[in-house]
C-alpha cells in the first residue's frame, strides 16, 4: 500500500498553508512567469492559465495519491492571498525523507514568508508524519534561496557539482541554459531546536522543482 500526505492545513503566525485551489489560477500564473523563477527553475516561460489549472486539477493530486509529494498553496492569513507555494517531492517513505521547494511571489519577497512556510512544513513533517530528514537543492548563485536554508537550520552538506540547469535571459529577451552546481543542505528533527527564535529571512525561491 503506498503512504501519501494527507489533506492538510497548515497555519502560522502569519500565513494559512493549503492545498491549491482553482481560485489560485490567476495569482499563481502571474507568479510564475517572474525572471527569478524563469532563472531558477524549469517552469515553462511563460506560463500560462491553463498550465496552473493543470497543475493544481491534474499534476498536483496525482503526486499526492501517488505518495510522491504535496504541493501547498502559501496564503496571507488576513488578507487570503497568495504569496507563495511549498512542494514536496521524492518522498520516500520508507527513510521518511523528503525534498523540499519553495517559490515566493515577487511582491510578498523580503518579508520572511518562505523561511516562515518551509519551517512550518518541516515541524509538520518531523511531529506529525514522523519524517526524519528533509532536504533542499540550492544552485550555487541562488543566495536567496541559500539564506532561507540557512535560516531554518538547515546544515550544508555538500556540492553536487555541475549538477544543476540554471536560465538566464539575452537582451533580445531568449532563455538559455547555464550549468552550475547545486547545494545540498538537511534538515533533521533535533536541528529544529530554537528554530522558532531565528530572525525572519528574505524571501527565496527554490532552485529546484520536479515541475513535469
Not at 80 to 107: C, D, F
Not at 125 to 134: A, G, S, T, Y
Request: glycine letters at 6%; proline letters at 5%; hydrophobic letters at 40%.
Amino acid at each position: 500500500m503506498t503512504s501519501t500526505f494527507p489533506t492538510i492545513s497548515i497555519s502560522t503566525e502569519r500565513l494559512v498553508l493549503r492545498p491549491l485551489d482553482e481560485d489560485d489560477v490567476p495569482a499563481l500564473a502571474e507568479m510564475m512567469n517572474d525572471e527569478q523563477v524563469a532563472a531558477w527553475t524549469d517552469v515553462p516561460q511563460p506560463f500560462t492559465e491553463d498550465a496552473a489549472r493543470t497543475w493544481i486539477t491534474e499534476y498536483a493530486p496525482a503526486e499526492r495519491a501517488a505518495g510522491r509529494g504535496l504541493d501547498l498553496a502559501v496564503a496571507e492569513f488576513l488578507t487570503q492571498r497568495l504569496v507563495g507555494v511549498i512542494q514536496l517531492t521524492k518522498a520516500n517513505w520508507h527513510v521518511r525523507s523528503t525534498e523540499l521547494s519553495y517559490i515566493i511571489a515577487p511582491w510578498a519577497r523580503g518579508e520572511g514568508y518562505a523561511a516562515e512556510a518551509a519551517l512550518a512544513t518541516a515541524r509538520w513533517l518531523f511531529h506529525d508524519q514522523k519524517f526524519e530528514r528533509v532536504e533542499l537543492r540550492t544552485a550555487a548563485d541562488n543566495t536567496a534561496s541559500q539564506q532561507v536554508a540557512q535560516k531554518i537550520g538547515c546544515i550544508s552538506e555538500g556540492v553536487l557539482r555541475n549538477a544543476c540547469i540554471a536560465h538566464v535571459r539575452a537582451a533580445d529577451g531568449t532563455w538559455s541554459d547555464v550549468r552550475t552546481d547545486y547545494i545540498v543542505w538537511s534538515l533533521l528533527p533535533e536541528d529544529l531546536e530554537g528554530a522558532g527564535e531565528r530572525p525572519a529571512d528574505t524571501g527565496g525561491f527554490p532552485s529546484f522543482t520536479d515541475w513535469n
